[in-house]
C-alpha cells in the first residue's frame, strides 16, 4: 500500500490545509508514512512569510532530492505560499513533480490521481466540502498579519489527526495592501465559502471527536462581504453555534478595520462562541502605520478594545507587534511599548521586521540596525511576559473551564475560554471533556491546577 508524508509549516490556515490533503490522501487509499522517506507520496505545504521560515522551505526541499533519486517513482509536490512563479520553480528544482497553489487540496490530490499512486479512489473524500475549480481554485486567507508572522513556534510536522479543536477554513484572500505582507501576492483576493460548506464540514468535525471550531481567515472578519446576499461573521458564528456536539467557537485573525459590533455582540451572545479576540495592531505609532499599510490609528484601535471590553467583560485580547520596520524612530517604538502597557494584552506575538522581496515595503529604507530591532523585540518580549505573568497569577485559586485536548508527558492539558493553556494531573481519561479547574500556580504561559472529580461535559 502506497505511503504519504505531510511536512507543514506556517499558520493555522497552513495546518488546516495539511490536515485536509491528510484526509484526502487517506480516502485515496494511502496510508501515512512513519518517515518522510518511506513516503511514495510527499508533500510540502510551505510558509514564505518570514525570512526564516523559507530557509527552511528550501532547505527542506534540497535534502529531498536524493530522496527522489533513490526512489524515483516517489511523488514530490512543492504546496502553499512558496509556490509564486512554477515555471521558474520547476527549473530550479526539476525533480519536484508538482507544485500546487496555496489551499488547492483539490489541485493536489488530481495530481496524486493522475501520478498512478492511488490504489483506491473513494467517491466521497474530503474535498466535497471545499471550494472547486480548476488551476486557480479559491485560495487560502491572506491579509496582514499573516498568523505565522506571530513567532518561531510554526509547526513543522504532520497534522494532527481527529483534534479536539478544529480549524475550518471560512474565507480566502484579502482586500487589504499591507506593504510587509508577501502572502496576498501568492493567496489573492477575498472569496468566503458558503455557510453551508461550513457547518457541514463542522458537522463532521463533530463526528470524528472535536469539540472546538476554529473559523479561520486571514481576515476573517471580512467573511460573507463577497456572497449574495451579503453576510458577515456574526451570521456565520450563529450558524456554527447549532452544530451539534461543538461546545465551543473561536474565531481568528481579525483585522482592526474590519471588526464589527455585530460580531461583538454576537461574542456577547452566543455561549458556544470563546471570550478571545486575535487583533493585531502591528504598531502603536501613527506614521508607522501608515506607512505600513493599516487602516486605523493608535486612538481608533483603543476605542475598538475598549468596545470590546465594554461588552464583553473578561475577554482576552491578543495583538501581533512588528518592531523596527523602516522609518520607525525611538519616539514610535515608545508609543508602541506605551500602547501595550496601557491595553495589557493576554498575549503579544512580536516579530523584529525583514524585508520580503516583492513588497511595497522593500522599496523603503530598512534603516533600524538589526541590534536595534532586538533590542526593541526582547523590550517588548520582557514587558508583556510581566503583564501576562500579573494576568495569569490572578486566576489562582480560581476555578476554570477547561477542554482536555490531550497528554504531555503525562500530564492532561487543555484551554480555558480565553485560551490560557492549562494543566493538571489525573488518572482518569480526560481526552475531549470539559473538566473544572482550580488554579494552584499561575506562570506567564501556563497555568497549573487541580481538576474537579465531576465533568462540566
Known sequence: MPLYYVWNIGCQMNAADARRAEEGLEALGLRRAAQIEQADVIVLNTCVVRQSAEDRVWGRLRSLKPVKTKNPRAFLALMGCAVGDPDALARQFPYVDAFIRPSDVDGLLRAVEQSGLAPAPQSATPRDSEPRGGEESPVAPVSAPCPSERSEASRTARAEPSPISRGITAIYGCKHHCTYCIVRLRRGGETSRPVADIVREAEQAAARGAREIVLLGQNVDAYGRDLVPPL?????????????????????????????????????????????????????????????????????????????????????????????????????????????????????????????????????????????????????????????????????????????????????????????????????????????????????WSLVGEVSPTAVK
Open 232 to 444: 458577515d461573521l456574526a451570521d456565520l458564528l450563529h450558524a456554527v453555534h447549532d452544530v451539534e456536539g461543538i461546545w465551543r467557537i473561536r474565531f481568528l485573525t481579525s483585522h482592526p478595520g474590519d471588526l464589527s459590533p455585530r460580531v461583538i455582540q454576537a461574542v456577547r451572545d452566543l455561549p458556544k462562541v470563546c471570550e478571545q479576540f486575535e487583533l493585531p495592531v502591528q504598531s502603536g505609532d501613527d506614521g508607522v502605520l501608515r506607512r505600513m499599510g493599516r487602516t486605523y490609528t493608535a486612538r481608533q484601535y483603543r476605542d475598538l478594545v475598549r468596545a470590546i471590553r465594554d461588552a464583553v467583560p473578561g475577554a482576552a485580547i491578543a495583538t501581533d507587534v512588528i518592531v523596527g520596520f523602516p522609518g520607525e524612530t525611538d519616539e514610535a517604538f515608545q508609543n508602541t511599548y506605551r500602547l501595550l502597557e496601557e491595553i495589557r494584552f493576554d498575549a503579544v506575538h512580536v516579530a523584529a521586521y525583514s524585508v520580503r522581496p516583492g513588497t511595497p515595503a522593500e522599496r523603503l529604507p530598512d534603516d533600524v540596525p538589526p541590534a536595534e530591532k532586538e533590542r526593541r523585540r526582547k523590550a517588548v518580549d520582557d514587558l508583556q511576559k510581566r503583564i501576562v505573568g500579573e494576568i495569569n497569577q490572578a486566576l489562582v485559586g480560581r476555578s476554570v473551564e477547561v477542554l482536555v485536548e490531550g497528554q504531555k508527558k503525562g500530564r492532561w492539558f487543555g484551554r480555558t475560554r480565553t485560551n490560557k493553556l492549562v494543566f493538571f494531573d489525573s488518572p482518569h481519561d480526560w481526552r475531549g471533556r470539559l473538566a473544572w479547574v482550580r488554579i494552584t500556580w499561575a506562570g506567564p
